[in-house]
């Protein structure tokens, strides 16, 4: 493998169509005969004449030697920009997140909004996951997850920068609609929607329903809100959501009604995995994280 200092030497001699010049412009002491070793040794490992002499202090690239200039030129003019950046911290890059459908629509975007306005720089990766992409952090997949954790693993560090209230919706043409305030023992012998595949959500569910004296006679299973959201618009069946909005879930042929017996709220936490290193641009999105 080629020797970085053997490109710089190149690189400079290249930059200053001399040797003498060369080793002046050094970003640290060397001496011309230094200089030349570098050049010589680069040329003797890729077999061609690198430069070319046309006077007694100038050389010019051989046309071998503007092909590997054109190459390693833009990596040296832009090294001392990137290594401001990494000591200031002002890097960019791209940080992966991964987070509910519910937070994707309702909590990232005026979040996310604040970040490209101050640092443009920062390209931001997203993915839905239909539970708290816990294993997709641990293993680096992930820099962060968005989600409602119901415990926060040992090796995760985590911060809240939300909170969902439950609420009971049902179809907007169901008959208790006239009827004012629903209380779920209403609706107990109808078919209830829970989630498929977050099992700590369905728990979560189905213990706010025995709460209120339910145990569900009948289920149908959807692996998101939105798709529970359908099927209740559908007429084919209630559940209880946790949502962001003020006003609850707002979809076409859906009533939402807050629970407010007992009156809950579930924290949402973005996490990401302990580490001795801070991640520079996680620091940079949770300094601009909703106030609560």
């Known amino acids: 493998m080629i020797q970085l200092q053997r490109l710089e030497g190149f690189y400079w001699v290249a ?5 003498a010049r060369a080793a002046r412009s050094f970003p640290y002491p060397i001496t011309q005969p230094g200089v030349h070793q570098q050049v010589k040794r680069l040329e ?9 002499r046309v ?14 200039y054109d190459y390693v030129a833009p990596f040296l003019d832009g090294l001392p920009a990137v290594a401001r950046s990494l000591r200031s911290g002002e890097m960019g890059g791209r940080l992966r ?17 604040r970040l490209q306005s101050q640092r443009p720089d920062i390209e931001v990766e997203l993915f839905e996951s239909k539970v708290p992409a816990v294993a997709a952090v641990r293993s680096g997949e992930a820099d962060l997850l968005v989600d409602h954790l119901p415990e926060v693993p040992p090796d995760f560090e985590a911060r809240q920068v939300g909170k969902t209230r ?21 609706l107990g012998d109808e078919p209830f929607i829970t ?6 959500l369905r728990e979560l569910q ?14 149908h299973a959807a692996d998101s809100s939105e798709t529970i959201l ?46 001795a290193h801070a991640h520079p641009l996680r620091t940079v999105l949770l300094s601009l994280a909703p106030e609560l």
């Not at 006077?55 to 590997?68: A, M, N, S």
């Not at 213990?207 to 289920?219: F, I, K, N």
């Not at 084919?236 to 009604?257: H, N, T, W």
Request: with cysteine.
């Open 55 to 68: 006077g007694k202090d100038r050389v010019i690239l051989t046309p071998e030697g503007r092909t590997l």
């Open 97 to 113: 997140i991964h987070a509910s459908g519910h937070m994707l629509r309702y909590l990232l975007p005026p979040w996310l909004r």
């Open 15 to 19: 930059r200053c169509e001399g040797y």
């Open 166 to 186: 439950p609420f009971l919706v049902f179809p907007s043409n169901h008959p208790l609609v006239r009827k004012g305030p629903v209380n779920p023992k209403q």
């Open 44 to 52: 003797e490992e890729l077999g061609v004449r690198l430069f070319e």
């Open 206 to 219: 189905l213990s706010a329903l025995a709460h209120h004296g339910v145990t569900p006679r009948r289920l």
């Open 195 to 200: 989630y498929s595949a977050d099992l700590q």
């Open 230 to 275: 359908g099927f209740v618009a559908a007429g084919l069946g209630y559940s209880l959501l946790a949502s962001l909005q003020p006003k609850g879930p707002r979809v076409p042929g859906v009533v939402a009604q807050p629970v407010t017996s007992p009156a809950r709220e579930f924290p949402i936490y973005a996490a990401w995995r302990k580490s």
